[in-house]
């Protein structure tokens, strides 16, 4: 009997405890990404036919014209209000390849050229009316460019192209898209 007694304890104990410890789980509502989080992969594209075209074209100084400029882009930040979708994929392009907001040290290009393609999460949130303030998540691309360059240090970024993605997936709510980066690399 005692031991019946015994068991009937520690079975109610661990019902105690375990009803305590589901009465302090918070839900969380914003999303925790931090810069190692957000980043996904690295791979190397030296090699292909877009990087030696782009190398030879940077190499003879032409300037590369570049069709996402934005004239929304004021004081370095980006849209508060701007539709989800291409439009938004859009600023961000941008922000990272045409304002020159983001400060880096820029490097030298090195021949045979030398590139990687960084690919990073973003996160945002899409509000009742179905735009994003995009103005809130551009640390996110500031952070992305720094975490790039930690990881090639002692190089340089010689030149930057983003690609955004932007594909609103909820119509409220928070999303998380990506971003490649590529990046060929300079001294």
Same mark, same amino acid.
């Given at each position: 009997?005692?031991?019946?007694?015994?068991?009937?304890?520690?079975?109610?104990?661990? /019902?105690?405890?375990?009803?305590? $410890?589901?009465?302090?789980?918070?839900?969380? #509502?914003?999303?925790?990404?931090? =810069?190692? &989080? +957000?980043?996904?992969?690295?791979?190397?594209?030296?090699?292909?036919?877009?990087?030696?075209?782009?190398?030879?074209?940077?190499?003879?100084?032409?300037?590369?014209?570049?069709?996402?400029?934005?004239?929304?882009?004021?004081?370095?930040?980006?849209?508060?209000?701007?539709?989800?979708?291409?439009?938004?994929?859009?600023?961000?392009? /941008?922000?990272?390849?045409?304002? $020159?907001?983001?400060?880096?040290?820029?490097? #030298?290009?090195?021949?045979?050229? =030398?590139? &990687? +393609?960084?690919?990073?999460?973003?996160?945002?949130?899409?509000?009742?009316?179905?735009?994003?303030?995009?103005?809130?998540?551009?640390?996110?691309?500031?952070?992305?460019?720094?975490?790039?360059?930690?990881?090639?240090?002692?190089?340089?970024?010689?030149?930057?192209?983003?690609?955004?993605?932007?594909?609103?997936?909820?119509?409220?709510?928070?999303?998380?898209?990506?971003?490649?980066?590529?990046?060929?690399?300079?001294?």
């Amino acid at each position: 009997m005692k031991t019946f007694k015994l068991i009937i304890a520690v079975v109610a104990l661990v /019902a105690f405890n375990s009803c305590q $410890n589901d009465e302090n789980v918070v839900t969380e #509502t914003v999303p925790t990404s931090t =810069q190692n &989080q +957000q980043f996904v992969k690295v791979i190397d594209v030296s090699n292909t036919p877009e990087i030696q075209q782009l190398a030879k074209e940077l190499k003879s100084g032409k300037k590369l014209q570049n069709t996402a400029i934005s004239q929304r882009i004021v004081n370095c930040t980006l849209d508060s209000d701007i539709q989800c979708g291409s439009e938004s994929a859009q600023e961000i392009e /941008a922000y990272v390849n045409t304002s $020159n907001c983001i400060s880096y040290t820029q490097g #030298t290009l090195i021949f045979p050229p =030398q590139a &990687q +393609q960084f690919t990073f999460d973003y996160s945002y949130y899409i509000d009742g009316d179905s735009d994003i303030n995009m103005d809130r998540y551009q640390f996110q691309f500031d952070a992305h460019i720094a975490e790039i360059q930690r990881q090639i240090n002692p190089l340089k970024i010689a030149f930057i192209q983003a690609d955004a993605q932007n594909g609103c997936f909820n119509e409220r709510g928070w999303n998380v898209d990506q971003v490649v980066y590529t990046v060929i690399l300079g001294n």
